[in-house]
C-alpha cells in the first residue's frame, strides 16, 4: 500500500540545496515550495530534511509537513510521527496531523501511538487516532488504502474510505449530518460526497459545517478545496471570518477558498492575511502566494499540493523551478 513507488529520484545536491533553503529561514510561502518538492522525493535525504522541517516554528508549516510525511507513506517517519503524536506541547493540529499520518502509514508499527492517544485530552486528536486505527483495521480486512484507491478522483491518501458510490446522495446526507453516527461513518459519507461532485453534493458538504465536530468540519472544507466549486464559496468564507470557529477549519477554509480562486476569495484572503490566530493568516498569506505563483505560470504549485501529489511532473515542475 505504500505510496513510495510515485516518488521520485532526484540528485543528491538537489535534496541538499532544498534543505539548505529550509535552514536558511526563508519566509513561509518560499518554505512551502521546497516541502511541495521534496514531498515527491524518495530517499532518506528527502525524509531527513522533511523531518528536520518538523522543527519549524510556524505550526501550520509544521502540520503540513506532517501532512506530507502521511501522504508519501514511507515507513521511514513513523519514529517522527509517532513522537510528534506524543508530545503534549505540540499544537493540537500538528498532532493531528501526525495521527492521520500514522494511519495514512498504516504499518503495523504505527498503531501503539495511536492507541495511546485515542482518548487524548485534545478532541480532534482523539477522534484523528480513533478514524486512523479504523481505517487500517479497515485496509487490513478489505485491502487497498494507497493513494486514489477506493475509486478516489483524487490522489490523496484519504482517512477512511468513500462509502459505496452508488449510495444515495440523501442517505449520505444524513449519515454525514448525524452526530449519533460513528465517525468513521460520517468520514465515509464525506468521501463519497466528494468523489460524487456536483452542486447537490457541495451543497450537502456545505450544510455540514453545522456539525460539533471541528475534525469533521476541517475535513469538509478540505474536499471543498478539492472539489474547487464555486457553490461553496459563501459557506467557506463564513466559516474564515468567524473568530470563534477552530482555527484548524478556518484555516483549511482559507485553503479551500484560495482553491477556488475566484476574485472574491482573493480579496477575503488579503483580509485575513493579518488574521489576529498566525495559523489563519500564515494560511491566507501562502494561499495567495500559491495562486500569484499560479497564475505567473511559473511553477504547478497547487498541483502538487492538492492533488496529492502530483507525482514525477509536479516534483520536476517543483524541481526545475529551483
Ligand atoms: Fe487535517
Ligand atoms: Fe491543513
Redesign the pocket.
Known amino acids: 500500500m505504500a505510496n513510495l513507488a510515485s516518488l521520485v529520484k532526484v540528485a543528491p545536491e538537489t535534496v541538499a540545496s532544498l534543505r539548505a533553503k529550509l535552514e536558511s529561514g526563508a519566509p513561509l510561502p518560499e518554505k512551502y515550495r521546497v516541502l511541495f518538492s521534496l514531498r515527491n522525493i524518495e530517499g532518506q535525504e528527502a525524509h531527513e530534511a522533511l523531518a528536520l522541517a518538523l522543527r519549524d516554528p510556524s505550526a501550520l508549516f509544521r502540520?503540513d509537513v506532517a501532512?506530507c510525511l502521511g501522504q508519501r507513506q514511507d515507513p521511514a517517519a513513523i519514529g517522527v510521527l509517532q513522537a510528534l503524536l506524543r508530545d503534549s506541547g505540540e499544537h493540537p493540529?500538528v498532532r493531528?496531523?501526525a495521527g492521520?499520518a500514522l494511519g495514512a502509514i498504516g504499518a503495523p508499527d504505527c498503531l501503539a501511538a495511536l492507541r495511546a492517544h485515542a482518548a487524548d485530552a485534545a478532541p480532534e486528536v482523539a477522534e484523528?487516532c480513533q478514524l486512523a486505527l479504523e481505517r487500517i483495521e479497515y485496509f487490513a480486512s478489505h485491502g487497498g488504502g494507497g493513494a486514489g484507491e477506493g475509486g478516489s478522483p483524487y490522489l490523496s491518501v484519504d482517512p477512511t474510505p468513500p462509502l459505496p458510490a452508488d449510495t444515495p446522495v440523501d442517505a449520505l446526507r444524513r449519515i454525514l449530518l448525524d452526530p449519533k453516527q460513528p465517525m468513521f461513518e460520517r468520514y465515509r459519507a464525506l468521501f463519497a460526497l466528494r468523489n460524487r461532485g456536483g452542486d447537490a453534493a457541495v451543497a450537502v458538504l456545505c450544510e455540514a459545517f453545522s456539525a460539533a465536530s471541528a475534525?469533521l468540519k476541517?475535513?469538509v472544507a478540505?474536499v471543498l478545496g478539492q472539489l474547487q466549486h464555486p457553490r461553496s464559496v459563501p459557506a467557506l468564507s463564513s466559516v474564515l471570518r468567524d473568530p470563534r470557529e477552530h482555527a484548524?477549519v478556518r484555516h483549511?477554509a482559507a485553503e479551500a477558498l484560495g482553491a477556488v480562486a475566484d476574485p472574491a476569495c482573493v480579496a477575503l484572503l488579503k483580509a485575513h492575511a493579518a488574521d489576529a490566530e498566525p495559523i489563519v493568516a500564515h494560511s491566507c498569506v501562502v494561499a495567495l502566494d500559491m495562486l500569484e505563483h499560479e497564475a505567473s505560470g511559473a511553477f504547478e504549485y497547487c498541483a502538487a499540493a492538492q492533488d496529492g501529489g502530483g507525482g514525477a511532473q509536479a516534483a520536476a515542475a517543483a524541481v526545475e523551478a529551483r
Do not use: D, P
Request: proline fraction near 0%; glycine fraction near 0%; hydrophobic fraction near 30%.
Open positions: 502540520h501532512f493540529m493531528h496531523e492521520e484523528t475534525l476541517h475535513e478540505y484548524m483549511e
